[in-house]
């Protein structure tokens, strides 16, 4: 059984006649410590498919299962005690708090979990021990990103999810962020799945889902994913 | 503005309609409450005014104990500046069988006027107004009856005591029913009053003197210039009635004096007449059994006058019958008559024939007779003619013979005649000689004459007279033949004469036989006539027979009927009589007695008078005037809101333009993007702010009006139905009050506008590629707190997470804190003042005050009167009663310079005295010993005279001297005012003699029912000069706190709105303006209920901090106000309740858990996705 299994997915918007299908019978898995990216363009249906398996959405039909626990039938407790135990999301757009210092944006996630990771080690291994006590605003997009994912990591989450996690970096910082992604995966064997458009770096993958029109169009495992710092964009 | 821009601001208004109606509502309750509290007391004010303006409420009011006579009357008549003065009549009086206590005023005409509120005034004596408070337990036309003490005279004032209830009214001197004063009748406490015509009054002087002055005219009785001006009038006065208590005394004792003496007078007098009375019954008696005596002869009277009168009829009806049996034995005779007359007449017609034969015979025998006769006859003749002439000589002789005789007489007479001349002695010679000489003459004649009557004799007379004799002697012879042939013839004529006399004797008969007969026809015929007349007479009598009888019978029947009248008048005046003497009898015990009462009584009344006191006056400004307490109350209630006014609204305008201003901010940032899309389509600033300004002038012009609607009608009407329980005239008039309707509309609008403006204009000042972008988010910054190393180490981290967003939103807090602070200072003021008024009657007579009436004594106590004193204060009723000496002194003191009345105390027993009276420090709660020397006086005292411990105060008595007090200390006291010392200090400082005259008592049942009654029971006493309970207080303070109440229910209502709106809306801004953080952290598995309280706990803290700030403001509120309100005779309780402090706390925080509920839910219903996708 794998550790992330998505079977017979639909996920459908608006009432009958309007109705649009963004998941349309998606089927995949991923398995523990694995990296995967699902890949898609705008509108694929891949941040639908990342939502439902960050507990921020349910399903319309079909089962996702997370370490055995089909989390397509919990309640939004459930959900909320899912995304609080086992989830760590890296947006797009950091969404840090701005009033709380890169220290405290960690420990606000890491205050509700029970085994959660020392923020400080946590911010250090980010790259950011000098910078615990500045607020986001005093940081780049890049270190906030890290914070963000120091938060998300924090939490000692089973998966990680990222959306677009280096949609708004530069190049460098992109990398950098992603090399911590690969780092927890390799090193902690975290599961983390990040969600992109852009498919320069499907190669760090160990898994490669890619999205088309609500449907998963391929899904690739590569055996030998490349390094960070070889993968150009 | 352009169309479209319109189209904009009313979308924008539509989808924000919570945004626009919370600040609808801020401008409301702001302006409600600046409008309502502001315009209550002025409503009131000038209702009163009106009121007072209406009715012609004097200014000055003066009284007297004794009354005022016509001194005092031209006394107060001569004070400068007066417009009007009116002098009336009035008595307290009980409604009869009750203790309902009524003071009953003659009907004013110019001043203190009744206004009528059902029926009319009273038009004849018998009619009568009461105050309208009896509206419920009388009707118009009802009865009513009091009774009547006797007053200083002991004389009723009131002709009448019976009245037909004409209307009811009420009367500015009496504004509240709930405390119309005090009274010396019924309970102690008046209970109402009443108006009837002056004419029903009979005293000689009057009551009351009520005045009003020029320059008062017109002027609000609520402004300084008011109160100086009547002050200058009242210290004019007083000074001009200082001396009327003397001259009035004596003016009333030569007054009394005279009435006794006249009444003493007019006892004897009525003894007098009692005895009279008694007199003129025993004549009556007198005349009665005469009476009875008279008739008791009259009835005999009659008794005989019948029987005689019965007698008589029956007599003469017995003549009656007699007359008719005679009258047919007279037909039977006259039958009879009849019948022998026809016979008689028969018989003479045959005896008629006789007589006529033996009448021839008899005269043939006559003639022959007539011959012889004559010759005798002849012979007779002459004879007869010799006899004369012999005895013719004889007679010439003896004539001689005669005159011889006579001569010789003579000279004998005249010899002696001469003898005894001569024998009388004193003769002279001459006349003896001469006498000698006629005597010797006589002498010489007498033997002559002698001589010559002897021969005579011898010679002539005795021969002669021989001669004569013999031939009267042959004469005699002759004669007798003569005789002898006489005989004869006379013997045949006899013989004649009887058979002549025969005939004529049978002629005779025969003619009276005849005679007879025509007689006895006569007779008959008369006899025949007489029985028809008597026929008719027997007719006639027996018709006046009936007619006498009837008349006779009518007489007496007429006589028996007036005996009877007779009897039965008498038998009347008897039992008049009897009545009269009974009544007499049954009155004369008690009259007897009333004398001796009455001596009693004129000598107690003699008694009184040596007595008397000097007479009170007081001069009463309106506050000061007896029932003048609705009065105050009045004013207390129209400056309790007042001084609401001063600070309620300031808070409401302050958080309302807070939360305004940031609700705006909000508007103007979440319409940044539209703005900017406007700026760069060419819209001008002007037109961007104008849809700002459009949006925010709808919501606070709306509130503002609403507001202002609501201030001027729902809060002076919901004061006016709080006082309106004590208070019966006019209802609250609503007056629009401009200026503050403006002030109100300036505030609330500016609240909205400039504030909008502000943001507006900065906002936009911006170029609009800038405003297209969002706005950039809130810089995260170190706070204060965290400098603060060893604290902010020790903070949990999601308190350091509240720290920072609470110090992040500065504004924000700030407003929270404020809004929060605000309701609750509002809140914690208006429950603590409710509380300290509340609970002032408790404290005082639940802890201070513990006696429950003080018994005051009259100054001349006869003994029976103190044994039946003595007898009630034993009662079972009383728990235990202490003797102390009480006296009412009184201070001018606080902002009016109004009299205050002080009750001074010294107890006979200091220990016992606390059991009645605790005398201990507010602060320290210690007791406060009577054995130092010094007067103890009641805080609320030494407040308004600004006195503490050490210090001095003078007080006056009734008769205005003054007094200074060394002040020893000052106790806790709520109610009245209260000087206590022990009798060693009032010796010294009143310079008398310390004697009780009062007693403080307790009693076992002290409901107010029952504390009337025992009161009452107190009042009949003739010992009791007055007692004076504890209740009126409490009414009056139970009417202030209902007041009080009712303003403060509707403060809470308010502040609690304010509280809700303002949490409302800023938790609503907190929660949009941070939106996508709550999203983030929903994302990253915070529950419902974290995210809530994420964002909540800091709207709980800054609550929390908002009532701790709330807490002071609204002690210090409540303290600013306790000390400014408060009647001047009325300390509120400065502490703050438990209570005043846990409700607010309560009532945040129930806003808050509410609030929260209604955040969860939005939260719950947040797309955070949709939040998390948008770049803010």
């Known amino acids: 059984m794998s550790y992330i299994e998505v079977i017979h997915e639909y996920k459908r918007y608006g009432s009958n006649e309007t109705e649009i299908l963004a998941n349309n019978d998606v089927n995949f898995t991923i398995e523990k410590g694995e990296l995967a990216i699902i890949l898609g363009a705008s509108g694929a249906g891949k941040s639908t498919i990342l939502n439902i398996l960050g507990g921020m959405d349910t399903c319309s039909e079909g089962i996702v299962r997370v ?53 400080k080690t946590v911010l250090e291994e ?108 | 503005m352009k169309r479209k821009l319109w189209k904009d601001t009313f979308s924008a208004l539509k989808t924000t309609k919570a945004r626009f109606i919370s600040i609808l509502c801020l401008i409301m309750l702001g302006s409600f409450a600046l409008v309502g509290l502001k315009v209550t007391g002025p409503d009131m004010r000038a209702s009163a005014e009106t009121y007072f303006e209406n009715v012609q409420l004097a200014d000055l009011v003066v009284l007297s104990n004794y009354g005022l006579n016509e001194t005092d009357q031209r006394v107060i008549e001569s004070v400068n500046g007066l417009r009007s003065v009116e002098f009336g009549y009035l008595k307290d009086v009980v409604i009869d069988q009750t203790q309902t206590s009524i003071r009953i005023l003659s009907v004013p005409q110019q001043l203190s006027l009744g206004e009528s509120v059902l029926g009319e005034l009273p038009k004849t004596d018998r009619e009568i107004v009461l105050d309208s408070s009896f509206k419920g337990s009388y009707a118009v036309g009802d009865t009513i009856a009091f009774f ?57 002087v009057y009551m009351i003197a009520r005045l009003s002055f020029e320059d008062t005219t017109g002027i609000s009785p609520y402004s300084s210039t008011y109160t100086d001006r009547i002050q200058v009038h009242k210290d004019a006065l007083t000074q001009l009635i200082k001396n009327q208590p003397q001259n009035h005394l004596d003016q009333l004792k030569a007054d009394y004096q005279a009435d006794i003496d006249q009444g003493r007078l007019n006892l004897a007098q009525a003894i007098a007449t009692y005895q009279k009375t008694k007199a003129s019954l025993d004549a009556a008696y007198s005349a009665l059994e005469e009476g009875t005596k008279t008739i008791a002869s009259q009835q005999q009277a009659y008794d005989q006058a019948s029987a005689q009168a019965t007698k008589q009829l029956v007599l003469a009806q017995r003549e009656l019958t007699d007359g008719q049996q005679k009258l ?50 002849q012979a007779q003749i002459d004879l007869d003619q010799a006899r004369q002439s012999l005895l013719d000589q004889q007679d010439s002789l003896e004539t001689v013979k005669k005159a011889y005789e006579t001569t010789l007489q003579t000279l004998n007479t005249e010899m002696q005649a001469l003898q005894s001349a001569l024998a009388q002695p004193g003769l002279t010679a001459e006349q003896q000689a001469a006498l000698e000489a006629q005597l010797t003459v006589l002498q010489e004649q007498s033997p002559q004459v002698n001589q010559q009557f002897q021969d005579f004799m011898t010679k002539t007379y005795e021969p002669l007279q021989i001669v004569l004799k013999q031939a009267l002697t042959d004469i005699s012879g002759k004669q007798s033949q003569l005789d002898q042939g006489r005989l004869i013839l006379n013997q045949a004529k006899e013989t004649l004469d009887q058979a002549k006399l025969q005939l004529d004797q049978g002629r005779l008969e025969l003619r009276e036989s005849k005679k007879s007969l025509d007689q006895s026809k006569q007779t008959l015929d008369q006899a025949q006539q007489q029985i028809s007349e008597n026929e008719q007479r027997l007719k006639e009598g027996q018709e006046s027979f009936s007619q006498q009888q009837t008349q006779v ?43 001796a009462a009455k001596t009693i009584d004129l000598d107690g009344a003699q008694q009184r008078v040596d007595d008397l006191e000097l007479p009170v006056y007081s001069v009463n400004t309106r506050r000061e005037a007896p029932g003048s307490d609705g009065y105050k109350v009045y004013e207390s209630i129209a400056s309790i809101v007042d001084s609401l006014a001063h600070i309620f609204p300031l808070f409401f305008y302050f958080v309302a333009a807070l939360v305004s201003a940031t609700t705006m901010t909000r508007f103007v940032d979440e319409e940044r993007t539209n703005s900017g899309t406007l700026k760069a389509l060419g819209y001008s600033n002007r037109d961007i702010i104008q849809k700002f300004m459009v949006y925010g002038f709808a919501a606070s012009l709306l509130g503002s009006v609403l507001g202002i609607f609501l201030g001027h009608t729902l809060m002076p009407l919901i004061v006016n139905k709080a006082y309106s329980v004590g208070y019966d005239f006019a209802p609250i008039a609503l007056h629009l009050q401009l200026g503050i309707t403006l002030i109100a509309l300036v505030l609330g609008i500016g609240c909205a506008l400039i504030p909008t403006y502000i943001v507006a204009r900065r906002e936009l000042r911006e170029k609009p590629a800038r405003l297209l972008q969002p706005k950039a988010p809130v810089r995260g910054s170190k706070i204060m707190l965290e400098r603060i190393k060893p604290l902010w180490n020790r903070l949990s981290f999601t308190h350091k997470v509240v720290a920072r967003n609470l110090f992040r939103y500065k504004k924000r807090m700030f407003m929270t804190v404020f809004g929060v602070c605000g309701s609750v200072a509002l809140l914690v003021c208006g429950l603590g003042v409710q509380q300290s008024i509340s609970r002032i009657a408790d404290q005082q007579f639940g802890g201070i005050i513990t006696y429950d009436m003080i018994v005051a004594r009259t100054n001349y106590i006869s003994d029976a009167q103190m044994e039946a004193l003595n007898v009630q204060l034993q009662d079972s009723s009383v728990k235990q009663q202490t003797a102390v000496y009480y006296e009412p002194l009184s201070v001018s003191a606080g902002e009016t310079q109004d009299r205050q009345d002080i009750t001074l105390l010294v107890p006979s027993d200091n220990d016992q005295f606390n059991a009645y009276i605790t005398l201990k420090n507010r602060q320290s709660q210690k007791p406060l010993s009577l054995n130092t020397p010094g007067v103890i006086i009641s805080e609320r005292l030494a407040q308004l005279l600004g006195v503490s411990p050490g210090g001095q105060i003078t007080v006056q008595d009734a008769n205005f001297a003054s007094y200074t007090l060394t002040i020893s200390a000052v106790t806790e006291m709520y109610i009245g005012h209260f000087l206590v010392m022990n009798q060693e200090t009032y010796r010294t400082s009143f310079s008398q003699d310390y004697a009780t005259n009062a007693n403080l008592v307790q009693l076992n049942d002290t409901s107010l029912a029952n504390v009337k009654s025992v009161s009452a ?29 009712m303003i ?129």
């Open chain 1, 126 to 233: 980010v790259g950011l021990g000098q910078r615990l006590d500045n607020f986001p605003a005093q940081l780049s997009g890049g270190e906030q990103q890290r914070v963000a994912i120091a938060r998300a990591v924090a939490k000692n989450p089973k998966i990680l999810l990222c959306d677009e996690p280096t949609g708004a970096l530069d190049y460098k910082t992109g990398k950098q962020v992603l090399q911590i992604l690969q780092d927890m995966s390799r090193l902690k064997q975290s599961t983390v799945v990040i969600v992109t458009h852009n498919s320069a770096i499907a190669p760090i993958a160990d898994r490669v889902i890619t999205m088309h029109d609500a449907r998963v169009k391929s899904i690739e495992r590569n055996a030998h994913p490349k390094q960070i710092a070889d993968l150009e964009w």
């Open chain 2, 553 to 595: 019978q009518g007489l007496l029947k007429e006589n028996l009927e007036k005996l009877d009248n007779a009897k039965a008048e008498l038998a009347l005046k008897q039992r008049e009589y009897d009545q009269a003497r009974k009544a007499f009898n049954a009155q004369s015990a008690s009259i007897e007695a009333e004398f």
């Open chain 2, 328 to 377: 047919n034995a007279g037909k039977e005779a006259f039958e009879t008559g009849t019948r022998t007359y026809s016979a008689g007449l028969d018989e003479w017609n045959k005896q008629t024939i006789a007589i006529a034969s033996k009448q021839t015979e008899y005269e043939i025998k006559l003639k022959d007779w007539q011959a012889q006769d004559a010759a005798a006859k």
């Open chain 2, 148 to 204: 009547e003490d006797g007053g200083l005279s002991g004389q009723p004032v009131l002709k009448e005591h019976t009245f037909t209830i004409s209307g009811f009214i009420t009367s500015g001197e009496y504004l509240s029913s709930v405390n119309r004063g005090k009274t010396t009748v019924g309970t102690g406490d008046l209970s109402g009053f009443a108006m009837v015509l002056p004419t029903v009054f009979d005293s000689e």
């Open chain 2, 1017 to 1045: 029971s107190f009042m009949k006493l003739g010992a009791v000069k007055g007692v004076e309970q504890n209740t009126t207080l409490i009414n009056q303070i139970n009417t202030i706190v209902t007041s009080l109440n």
């Open chain 2, 1048 to 1176: 403060m229910q509707v403060l809470i209502i308010v502040a609690t709105l304010l509280a809700v709106v303002i949490l409302y809306n800023l938790t609503n801004i907190n929660v949009s303006e941070r939106i996508r953080e709550l999203s983030t952290i929903k994302v990253l598995g915070f529950f419902d209920k974290e995210v809530t309280l994420y964002i909540y706990r800091e709207t709980i803290l800054l609550s929390l901090l908002g009532i701790v700030v709330g807490y002071g403001f609204g002690t210090l509120l409540q303290q600013y106000i306790i000390h400014v309100v408060p009647p001047e005779n009325v300390m509120f309780s400065p502490g703050v309740g438990f209570m005043s402090y846990l409700i607010p706390t309560i009532v945040i925080l129930t806003v808050n858990i509410i609030l929260e509920k209604v955040v969860n839910r939005r939260l719950k219903r947040v797309d955070m996705l949709e939040a998390l996708k948008s770049v803010d």
């Open chain 1, 67 to 119: 370490d055995g626990h089909e989390i397509s039938g919990y309640s939004s407790e459930q959900l909320t005690a899912y995304r609080r135990n086992d989830v760590g999301f890296v947006f797009q757009f950091y969404n840090l708090i701005t009033s709380l210092s890169a220290k405290e944006n960690v420990e606000l996630a890491v205050e509700i979990v029970k085994d959660a990771l020392d923020p």
